[in-house]
């Protein structure tokens, strides 16, 4: 449903977006070190504008960072 939504690219009143007064940052993640060269490669490399579609690309970002939080001990 989270990729209907983002491709939606209107609002939508399904859900309530929460002010982020009062988040505080705990963590920053990176990738395991056997990963690191290769996202670094990544993260170089350039790509024209039409190459990138940022609704799907952040979905599955999104969804990538969720299933790792999901098997992070102490994160519900």
Same mark, same amino acid.
């Given at each position: 449903?989270?990729?209907?939504?983002?491709?939606?690219r209107?609002?939508?009143?399904?859900?309530?977006?929460?002010? !982020?007064?009062?988040?505080?940052?705990?963590?920053?993640?990176?990738?395991?070190?056997?990963?690191?060269a !290769?996202? $670094?490669?990544?993260?170089? $490399?350039?790509?024209? /504008?039409?190459?990138?579609?940022?609704?799907?690309?952040? !979905?599955?970002?999104?969804?990538? +960072?969720?299933?790792?939080? /999901? +098997?992070?001990?102490?994160? /519900?």
């Amino acid at each position: 449903r989270l990729r209907e939504l983002l491709e939606l690219r209107e609002r939508t009143s399904e859900f309530t977006v929460m002010p !982020a007064r009062g988040l505080v940052l705990e963590r920053v993640g990176y990738p395991p070190d056997a990963e690191l060269a !290769a996202r $670094n490669e990544v993260t170089r $490399n350039r790509r024209a /504008a039409h190459e990138v579609d940022p609704v799907t690309e952040g !979905a599955d970002d999104a969804a990538r +960072d969720l299933a790792r939080l /999901a +098997d992070t001990p102490g994160i /519900a």
